[in-house]
């Protein structure tokens, strides 16, 4: 029986604590703008710790030499698992109140992701500590993952013979090319 080897991890994001008033007060602005719900606001903030606490606790972001694996939800959970050659771009998202709280949202977006009006996240995550270090270290281990170990450029080669000749047909080609589109 083969076993399989599990990922190496490479970096664990850790999660600000500041995003669970960030989500407190997302919600209580929702239900405000709503109307109807403003008199449901005292148990939003009493109930709403409790539950964003819980939501927190299942958050994980995880990226080993292959992927960017992402966990969350308390009731309904979800794991995305994105190979690191699929992704096109990690961006980052503040809104006024994300920017208060220095906070930021990390998308990240593959090549098969954006929809029909234009680019959507396949994941979104809100809070993680050092956002753009973690950001940077992913962008890094996808160029590893695509371009291999970088290498020294070679010094100076010369150019054999038969390829300069061959360079020197090309020249007298385009001269010819650039002569005929002037008399034309």
Known sequence: MRTVEAPKI?????????????????????M?????????????????????GKFLEHMSCTLTERTLIVRKGWLNRVEKTVPLEKITDLGLKQGPIMRAMDLHMLTVETAGSSGAGGA????????????KGFRDSVLTQRDLRIDGPKTEPATSQAIPAADGEILADIRDTLHRIEQGMKES
């Open 120 to 131: 959507s996240a396949l994941v979104s995550i809100i809070g993680i500590e050092d956002t």
């Open 32 to 52: 405000v703008l709503c109307v109807v719900t403003i008199p449901l606001l005292p148990f939003w903030f009493i109930f709403g710790r409790m539950i964003t």
């Open 10 to 30: 490479l970096a664990e994001a850790t999660f600000n604590r500041k995003v669970l008033t960030y989500w407190l007060l997302s919600g209580g602005l929702v």
